[in-house]
């Protein structure tokens, strides 16, 4: 078995120079490819603001329930000065809360979540709202949402043995119908 | 000679011992997550099942084959005995005890955390330990690599060291550094949570260091691949390797590039800003590189070869190639695999787009194109290409090991 992986090249075969020609005209189409590639995402970056998630936020998930944004009574939708709408969301072994919000169409949404314990997966399906949620950092979404309807927002990510038995749900009513909060006001499924 | 034989089969088939359970569990678990019927629906198994195929299929699996593989490079491709046999065996019964160690846990049903741990989620101190223990016994090979590269340089000055023992010390370079991620969180961070020495894990600490073991890892997986492809395949092809070059280039890349590149498994947390994953984006870009320029040498060592043997016209060459070569074939099917696995990775690793597909079966799928389709495939045929030469006797049913009967030759 001495010689099995020591190859004698190609140069025998092919000339030298079209060797290197050949080569260095495949580096530069695939450069170019991946160039182009990076491009899109720098310009849509800039024009589009599409980046993902980005604010670093930390928060002390062994005191979610006794202060801060994250009191049972301060989670569900509120509606901001501005008219857009924040949802504060706590994620848990097996469950988040609340289970079930509601938002107005075509509005902007603010989606913050953190976790009482593990790390967990908010996704709300058929849309591209997904990201983690680490205990000890806040999530940070921003979207909106066109079509009225019940979304899915099935825990993404392992978390545990009931792991998939947790799931939430998004319900998105037309703008007329969407409830005029008072600015203390938190609404979810079961207080609209 | 004949001991360092025995050293290369002992780590070929303990890797694919343990495939064979970890291949069963990972048709079970399609079952499950299918509309077909499972023999047993219980999601607590599958949990237990899904942590004991990724613990396999990521870390014991393709360590084992990528020390047995080295070995058998190191001896055959610099052409002298194996210098440190001793504690290339020292470091296969680490492996192995740890192999044991980490299983035994999870088939317990005390470690469903899945391969990739999940802290602050906790399961048996003996799995982390045990997983620990296998990269620690890998360790030993990782200086082998090195002692055995070195002894050839001093021999040999002045002369480049072959392409195969070029690309496995750097693979083996590269899994020391890599594996660093992974070793610091479980033996910093999640071990003395398990004792009850310190009672918090930073879970954003823990998923950055992690995921600087999680994509480097799968060049670790790769490179022995790469070395099929680079060195094996143009022999069993009848042709030649277009360019020893670029193939220099394609491992030094990975090297250098692999080094940080798995936080973009992180682009949808929470603890690191854009401009770090914009970064992270970029490095990946730089890594996707070598596997394109691979994708070119080998397609045109295939071509020489189909021309070397009479293939005529722009794709009379592929009819011409001998198929029923368990290694042409190999790399003929996992270059289709490895086509859409990379391609859906260049979605993957795009910023924002990330967030269409993240946490989706796309990725799962995205990864066992590679692995099974690349990684696994082209295993089994340097398995094929090395079994005779390390047992001394021609493969049995020759055939089969193509799954049909004749080939195009």
């Known amino acids: 078995m001495a010689s099995q992986f020591n190859n004698v090249g190609a140069a025998g075969l092919i000339p030298e120079t079209v060797i290197v020609k050949t080569e260095r005209r495949w580096f530069l189409v695939m450069a170019a490819m991946l160039g182009v590639m990076l491009a899109v995402i720098v310009l849509t970056g800039i024009g589009q603001m599409l980046h993902p998630l980005s604010d670093v936020e930390t928060i002390n998930p062994a005191t979610l329930h006794l202060q801060g944004e994250f009191v049972e009574s301060n989670l569900g939708s509120a509606v901001e000065p501005d008219g857009s709408i924040t949802v504060r969301i706590i994620a848990e072994q097996y469950m988040f809360v609340p289970q079930c919000v509601v938002l107005p169409a075509s509005t902007p949404v603010r989606f913050r979540l953190t976790s009482a314990d593990v790390v967990h997966g908010f996704f709300v399906q058929s849309t591209n709202t997904n990201a983690m949620v680490v205990p000890g950092y806040i999530t940070n979404v921003r979207t909106s949402f066109e079509r009225p309807g019940t979304y899915q927002m099935p825990c993404d990510e392992f978390c545990g043995f009931g792991h998939h038995a947790m799931a939430a749900r998004v319900v998105v009513v037309p703008r007329d119908q969407f409830k005029n909060l008072r600015p203390d006001e938190r609404m979810n499924c079961g207080t609209r | ?409």
């Open chain 2, 1 to 409: 000679m004949e001991r360092g034989r025995v050293l290369s089969l002992a780590h070929l088939w303990t890797a694919f011992l343990c495939f064979l359970p970890a291949v069963g569990l990972g048709f079970w678990q399609m079952l499950m997550r299918s509309p077909l019927p499972a023999p047993v629906d219980d999601p607590n198994i599958y949990y237990a099942s899904v942590t004991a195929h990724g613990s396999i299929m990521a870390y014991v699996f393709p360590t084992f084959f990528a020390m047995g593989f080295g070995y058998a490079i190191a001896v055959s491709a610099l052409g002298r005995p194996l210098q440190g046999e001793k504690w290339a065996w020292v470091g296969y019964a680490l492996s192995l005890i740890g192999t044991v160690m980490a299983l035994v846990p999870v088939a317990a049903g005390r470690a469903s955390v899945l391969y990739t741990f999940y802290p602050p989620l906790l399961g048996s101190p003996w799995y982390y330990l045990g997983l620990a223990l296998v990269i620690i016994g890998s360790y030993f090979w990782i200086a082998l690599m090195l002692v055995n590269f070195r002894a050839w340089k001093r021999e040999n000055p002045g002369k480049p060291v072959p392409l195969a023992m070029f690309a496995i010390t750097a693979c083996a370079l590269l899994w020391g550094w890599t594996a660093l991620g992974a070793v610091s969180e479980v033996l910093f961070q999640i071990l003395p949570v398990t004792f009850g020495w310190s009672h918090t894990i930073d879970a954003g600490l823990a998923r950055t260091l992690f995921s600087v073991t999680l994509h480097a890892i799968v060049y670790f997986w790769l490179i022995p691949a790469y070395i099929a492809y680079y060195t094996l395949m143009p022999q069993a092809a009848g042709g030649r390797l277009y360019s020893d070059t670029m193939g220099r280039i394609t491992f030094i890349l990975f090297l250098v590039f692999s080094i940080p590149v798995g936080m973009h498994h992180l682009f949808m947390d929470p603890e690191h800003g854009a401009g770090f994953k914009f970064v992270q984006s970029v490095l990946t870009f730089m890594v996707a590189l070598p596997t394109l320029l691979t994708v070119f040498t080998i397609t045109a060592s295939l071509e020489i070869a189909g021309r070397v043997r009479g293939g005529k016209g722009l794709f009379g060459w592929i009819r011409a190639l001998p198929w029923d070569e368990p290694m042409v074939l190999a790399v003929g099917l996992s270059l289709l695999l490895l086509g859409p696995g990379g391609f859906g990775g260049l979605i993957n690793m795009s910023y924002a787009m990330n967030a269409m597909i993240h946490n989706t079966s796309w990725v799962t799928a995205h990864f066992h194109l590679i692995f099974g389709g690349a990684v696994v495939i082209v295993y089994f045929a340097i398995a094929y290409e090395l079994l005779p030469r390390l047992t001394q006797r021609p493969l049995v049913l020759r055939t089969f090991s193509c799954g049909f009967g004749s080939g195009a030759s």
